[in-house]
């Protein structure tokens, strides 16, 4: 059985970006508790924020876990919870590319070995993506829910394009 927060981020598949004046207002309300940001950036076009982080903060959230306190940064979250050290189903991934960090779900993997994350900001949407192996940084399980961290190998295997654009 999949874990609360991942059940939670599924529901949100599709969300997506609309570039200019017309922004989503879901993706704005992610950024509603950063007032500096709320007041600034986000008023404009929500294209303009990386919100991976904002997005896993909701699932965590609502799967009633406290996310990490910066979870606005996507590199907060190799910090966050226990260390897994594998990508265990529901498990938070953090990937570094270059200066740049994206955070999100582990939800399966490829047959070609690569890791497919549940993440918002992908392709500018919610949506399932496969990244490389080597990217990851960390795997990271919620302190609240040790207790249920899936075995390692225990992966679904899935289909999603390769990423290209986060990380």
């Given amino acids: 059985m999949e874990p609360k927060w991942l059940q939670v981020a599924r529901q ?5 970006e609309v570039p200019g004046p017309q922004s989503n207002p879901w ?3 992610l950024w509603a508790k ?3 940001i709320w007041s600034t950036v986000t008023r404009k076009d929500d294209t303009l924020l990386p919100w ?3 997005f896993v903060r ?3 959230s609502e799967a ?7 979870w606005y940064r996507a590199s907060a979250y190799v910090e966050y919870g226990i260390n897994v050290g ?3 189903l529901g498990a938070i991934g953090i990937i570094k590319n270059g200066k740049q960090w994206h955070v999100g779900i582990i939800a399966g993997k490829d047959h070609a070995g690569n890791i497919i994350m549940l993440g918002g900001n992908q392709n500018d949407s919610v949506k399932l993506s496969g990244f490389k192996p080597d990217l990851f940084k960390a795997y990271r ?3 609240q829910s040790y207790d249920k961290i899936p075995f390692a190998g225990s992966l679904p295997i899935l289909s999603a394009a390769l990423s290209t654009s986060e990380a």
């Fill in 12 to 16: 949100y598949l599709g969300q997506k």
């Fill in 27 to 29: 993706i704005l309300g």
């Fill in 34 to 36: 950063i007032p500096w």
């Fill in 52 to 54: 991976c982080g904002a």
């Fill in 58 to 60: 909701l699932c965590l």
């Fill in 64 to 70: 009633e876990l406290t996310p990490p306190k910066a």
């Fill in 86 to 88: 594998y990508p265990a």
């Fill in 141 to 143: 399980w919620p302190d």
